[in-house]
């Protein structure tokens, strides 16, 4: 069972920048993507960015690819997300997660096998 622990959250003002991490651990031999999402209150949980642990191939949600990117952390099995030029609509709770497959754009909940519990992200204006 692969456990996800993301970290980083926070508040942040906007035009501010945030990192978030996401450590996973267990049976992650055969995690091939990661990927993050943001949910609010009012808003389903929506694609951010996912990176293939395979190749590296990354996807970033249009809305906010000139702002944010996903990478590979420096320590194995961890997944990073760097937001800048935050806004305020940027508030969410963002979650972590990985699928046992790789090789297109992992950007539906649906595709993905195991989730992290969350990080909140505040950005006030």
């Known amino acids: 069972q692969v456990r996800l622990v993301e970290s980083g959250g926070g508040l942040a003002q906007a035009g501010g920048s945030l990192r978030l991490s996401c450590a996973a651990s267990g049976g992650t031999s055969g995690t091939l993507t990661m990927g993050w999402f943001r949910q609010t209150p009012v808003k389903a949980r929506e694609f951010v960015a996912s990176i293939s642990w395979v190749d590296g191939t990354l996807y970033v949600e249009e809305s906010v690819k000139d702002r944010f990117t996903a990478s590979r952390g420096s320590t194995k099995n961890v997944l990073i997300l760097q937001m800048n030029n935050l806004k305020p609509e940027d508030t969410a709770v963002y979650y972590c997660?990985?699928?046992?497959?790789?090789?297109?754009?992992?950007?539906?909940?649906?595709?993905?096998?195991?989730w992290g519990q969350g990080t909140q992200v505040t950005v006030s204006s």
């Open positions: 997660a990985a699928t046992r497959h790789w090789g297109r754009n992992y950007n539906t909940t649906r595709m993905y096998d195991y």
